[in-house]
């Protein structure tokens, strides 16, 4: 049979409140209802991420600049663009 894994949940248990301004790159891509993956800016104009963020979600804008994401800048996401192997997390190359 097929085995089948998902990895859920939004919580960080026993972790730690990061300081702000200590993840300077860091993204929220998300859909018009919120947060739905992390990502990491690797220049003016683009953002890596998993390319699986976007199997299930239209992502529609990136949010940065602020440790806060309420406080954080919005941008609109113009382009995607999935490694050309990718087909599936169970898979690998799960880069976007």
Known sequence: PDVYFSVGG???????KAPEDSMQ????LQ????????GFLISEEFVVTAAHCSDHAALQHVRLGHHD???AK???????CK????????HGDDIM
Do not use: Q, R
């Not at 790159?25 to 929220?28: E, H, K, L, R």
């Open 10 to 16: 939004s919580e960080i248990i026993d972790g730690e």
């Open 25 to 28: 790159y860091m993204v929220s």
């Open 74 to 80: 919005s941008i609109s996401i113009e382009y995607t």
């Open 31 to 38: 859909t018009n209802s919120g947060h739905e993956c992390g």
């Open 69 to 71: 994401l309420k406080e």
């Open 83 to 90: 490694f050309p192997a990718y087909w599936s997390v169970e």
